[in-house]
């Protein structure tokens, strides 16, 4: 029995912007980007973070077993769509020892547009936060006024097992 079949919900947190989860992943991706490049330049940075848990029928939060897929699809483009493709980054933060990992899962490489939906797929064992970056304005970042939905698809194979909207407001 594939253990995703365990998947009754997705859940997907946005992590506010100033708390205390928020900036330790913002901090922790800003160091690896600034270790990674010297001229990195952190007022351009559009930064989006979200924490992902896989929910089985009891509520309780599972990992799954194996690799799983994960796509993103940006439906409603963001501000200046083409730096967003052409800089997008989709870092996996995993937690070990106490310590956070980034781990950059998808890079401007992965991304492809397809009509008007912007699409990132890659593959992790584990849940947790996942951030979006960009080299933007500085803004909050480079998302409009009105709402950009996201759908998030956990997929093992071709099996579609999990699809949930998220909102950039």
């Not at 919900?9 to 946005?14: A, K, Q």
């Not at 900036?23 to 924490?51: I, P, T």
């Not at 990992?63 to 967003?84: C, H, N, Q, R």
């Not at 937690?95 to 401007?108: N, Y």
Request: zero cysteines.
């Amino acid at each position: 029995v594939n253990d995703m079949d365990r998947l009754e919900d997705l859940r997907v947190n946005e992590l506010t912007t100033g708390s205390d989860k928020y900036l330790d992943a913002y901090d922790a991706v800003v160091a690896v980007k600034e270790a990674e490049d010297e001229n990195f330049d952190e007022d351009r940075l559009g930064f989006f973070a979200s924490d992902i848990e896989l929910l089985d029928a009891n509520g309780e939060v599972f990992e799954p077993e194996g690799s799983v897929t994960v796509k993103i699809e940006l439906i409603s483009p963001l501000a200046d769509e083409e730096t967003l493709i052409s800089t997008m980054e989709i870092q996996h933060l995993a937690e070990k020892d106490g310590e956070i990992d980034v781990q950059t899962v998808a890079t401007s490489d992965d991304v492809e547009k397809i009509d008007d939906v912007i699409t990132a797929e890659f593959s992790v064992d584990s849940f947790s936060t996942f951030t979006l970056t960009w080299t933007g304005d500085g803004s909050s970042q480079g998302i409009p006024e009105e709402e950009a939905t996201t759908l998030l698809n956990i997929m093992d194979g071709n099996d579609a097992y999990a699809t949930v909207s998220v909102r950039f407001v």
